[in-house]
């Protein structure tokens, strides 16, 4: 990154302490902060200053660009065997009859169901029950890649794979090595939640250890393969929880630049375990978009989920260091929206997500999922009197 005047000159106007002054010297200049030197940021740094540094190394990874995607997700089930206390999701086997459970025929319904539309990702992702094993996804991504070769399949967390592989007593090498031989393309960011065993035991004990998503991350990488990482950040974790979370996940990329997105994920307090704790606000999460994208040197992108913060604050945070906005929502995607989030049954038109970006002062980029540009909406103009609708009317959702 090249030294930036205006943005010397625009924090000397803005920070007051000396402390925080030195840390922004650094980012101004491209060097990597410390862990103390972050959580100081959380502590100390004024929002202003949190802007102009994270904007200045948003900046200098994407320019103006701000991208998003076309997708469909598909969640096969939401009964899960495990009680994570913040999610709204799942049900519990005990309650299987309020949940649905797809067979792999109904799952290919779905996919059939995007002939001849231009999406291309699927999003697979739900709860874990003992009939969607290893042999199961590995099926279900060999019929997805015969029935159309071009999708990217995107699909199961480390959560789904470790509990797969150890039901079928395979190593996280040899199922990581299956799942990419049947189809797999990348892996979402989700069930990483917060790494640290002191708040990951008390949030969702049950499932994967912070250093078993880590282990299977680090394991597809190094196939050659990509992924994105998550944060589930305003709950009971402190400032250094989140430290020490981002800390492993750039340990990790230094290891393999495998990662692509960084995603922070607001806990909504609706309909879970944890409906007592208060959600933070909207000047939190600037404060965290910012941090992140200034701690993780080494992540391309950091995005933010519009249906969970709201689409002012999603804009809002296009300066606070986030370069995607995910995209246009269907409502048949209720993991976020059954924990309250802001936008219920959320859907955008491809014409209003364009708007919301240029409204932002943004050059808005379709990507396809390894961030190859499809269209530049920065010079389209779309008609209103019909509103692009068809073509650009396609439900997506990335995490």
């Known amino acids: 990154m090249s030294v930036d005047n205006t943005s010397f000159s625009l924090l000397d106007a803005t920070s007051r302490d000396s402390d925080i002054k030195t840390i922004g010297d650094k980012v101004l200049k491209g060097q990597r902060i410390s862990d103390e030197e972050g959580l100081l940021l959380f502590e100390k740094a004024d929002l202003g200053t949190l802007g102009i540094l994270s904007n200045y190394v948003r900046n200098a990874k994407s320019g103006n660009k701000t991208y998003f995607n076309r997708n469909f997700h598909v969640e096969p089930t939401n009964v899960c065997i495990y009680t994570c206390k913040f999610c709204s999701y799942s049900r ?210 950091v995005k933010a989920y519009w249906p969970m913060i709201g689409r002012a604050t999603a804009q809002m945070s296009l300066s606070y260091g986030v370069d995607d906005i995910d995209g246009t929502i269907d409502d048949t995607t209720k993991i976020y929206s059954m924990a309250g989030a802001e936008d219920q049954n959320p859907a955008l038109s491809t014409q209003q997500l364009v708007q919301m970006i240029k409204e932002a002062r943004r050059t808005p980029i379709e990507r396809d999922t390894l961030y190859n540009i499809v269209q530049d909406y920065s010079d389209v103009e779309f008609d209103s009197s019909d509103g692009f609708r068809g073509y650009l009317d396609l439900p997506v959702i990335n995490n």
């Not at 309020?98 to 231009?118: H, L």
């Not at 279900?140 to 029935?147: G, P, Q, V």
């Not at 090498?173 to 299956?178: A, E, K, S, V, W």
């Not at 597809?220 to 492993?248: C, F, K, P, V």
């Open 92 to 301: 519990m086997i005990k309650k299987r009859s309020e949940g649905w459970e797809y067979t792999m025929e109904d799952i290919m319904e779905i996919i059939r169901s995007y002939d001849g539309k231009p999406v291309t990702e699927v999003h697979i992702v739900g709860g874990v029950l003992p009939q969607y094993d290893v042999n199961f996804y590995s099926e279900l991504f060999k019929a997805i890649k015969s029935h159309r070769p071009s999708l990217h399949v995107k699909a199961l967390t480390p959560v789904e794979y470790h509990y797969i592989f150890k039901k079928d007593k395979i190593s996280y090498q040899d199922g990581m090595r299956l799942m990419k031989e049947s189809g797999l393309d990348s892996l979402p960011g989700g069930g990483a939640e917060i790494f640290h065993p002191d708040i990951r035991e008390q949030i969702a004990g049950d499932k994967c250890t912070g250093d078993q998503w880590l282990a299977i991350h680090q394991i597809w990488h190094e196939l050659g393969q990509r992924s994105n990482a998550t944060m589930l950040y305003g709950h009971i974790e402190d400032y250094h929880h989140r430290i020490d979370h981002m800390r492993q996940l750039r340990e990790l990329q230094d290891k393999t630049g495998g990662f692509q997105t960084f995603i922070p994920l607001k806990f909504r307090n609706q309909g879970n375990e944890m409906s007592y704790l208060d959600e933070v606000t909207m000047l939190e999460d600037l404060r965290n978009y910012a941090i992140s994208r200034i701690y993780l040197d080494n992540f391309d992108h």
